[in-house]
């Protein structure tokens, strides 16, 4: 019983591990897609806010410092991708492959550039990674201390899903960005700003994208490397068309996808299965929740449809 206890208490822990990065995307993600603009670009905002977060860290020895300047470099793609997409009225699947190929291109030029031609950044000091709750207040290994001994972001995440649940349904501005995904030449005759819209939620994916991307390498690892993302990005992107482009099927979704990341986290400890078998298993459940799901999942009208104001 005890075995039991203690390997549920390590699952949760893998899990909220592996949410928070899905769910900081996948809401991003929702803010871009419900406004009308498709935003495929989340796995390169993720990875440039992997890589400037962990860049932060060693310059201020900040965590927290850091994670928000990782998402203000996140944001800085948002603002390349809005301005492509929305002024320029450009193809926005091309775009965000564009953005994809820039986040991580960036982030490995730069870290060649910073740290003596290394693809990987040196790693940071614990004190500099994102602070963790009720340190020290549980014996190490007991459930409690699986649980709740974790990185304070990884309940703050659900928090925000709460709050973004909020902003997209009780509010003026979430009124707006649902309508301009739908109608925005209606929205235009009524008095919105269709691009003024639509520029924050696209900001705010990189924003929310970079946040995901930073916590990966300040609680995760200590450091950026290449492959640091690993499909993230797209399984978040998932994630959201899972959860029919809401805020609420987007959390169920991620945690889902993050249940899954946690059960490969403890079955890789084991040797009785092929370590490669096992890195599968969340992009399969991926897959498989797609096939399942992406027909039932109703994107808005306006969704991917470049929109031109009226002179």
């Known amino acids: 019983m005890d075995v039991l206890i203690t390997n549920l208490g390590l699952l949760i822990n893998a899990t909220l591990i592996a949410t928070p990065p899905l769910l900081f995307a996948g809401l991003g993600s929702c803010f871009s897609e419900r406004s009308g603009v498709v935003n495929i670009g989340i796995e390169g905002m993720m990875t440039i806010g992997a890589f400037t977060g962990a860049v932060a860290s060693l310059y201020t020895g900040n965590g927290w410092a850091a994670f928000l300047i990782g998402g203000l470099a996140g944001a800085l793609l948002g603002i390349i991708h809005a301005v ?86 009780k509010t003026k501005f979430g009124s707006h960005l649902r309508a301009v995904g739908e109608h925005p030449e209606a929205c235009e005759s009524i008095g919105i700003d269709v691009y003024k819209v639509r520029y924050a939620c696209v900001i705010l994916s990189g924003f929310l994208a970079g946040l995901g ?45 993050g249940l899954c990341s946690g059960i490969k986290s403890l079955a890789s400890m084991s040797n009785a299965v092929s370590p490669n078998l096992i890195s599968m298993i969340p992009y399969v459940v991926t897959i498989v929740a797609l096939i399942l799901f992406v027909g039932r999942a109703n994107a808005p009208a306006a969704n991917g449809k470049p929109f031109v104001k009226a002179r």
Do not use: M
């Open 213 to 257: 991307g930073a916590f990966v390498t300040l609680a995760t690892v200590n450091q950026f490397r290449p492959a640091v993302i690993v499909g993230q990005g797209f399984i978040a992107i998932a994630a959201v068309i899972f959860g029919k482009f809401t805020p609420q099927g987007t959390t169920f979704a991620c945690l889902l996808f």
């Open 84 to 169: 492509v997409c929305i002024s320029f009225h450009a193809d926005q699947t091309i775009a965000g492959t564009a953005i994809n190929f820039l986040g991580t291109g960036l982030s490995l030029f730069l870290c060649k550039a910073l740290f003596d031609n290394s693809s990987d950044t040196p790693s940071h000091d614990p004190s500099a990674a994102l602070p963790k709750i009720f340190n020290g207040v549980f014996e190490t290994g007991s459930f409690g201390y699986n649980v709740l001994n974790v990185y304070g972001v990884a309940y703050l995440v659900f928090v925000l899903a709460l709050v973004c649940w909020f902003v997209f349904y």
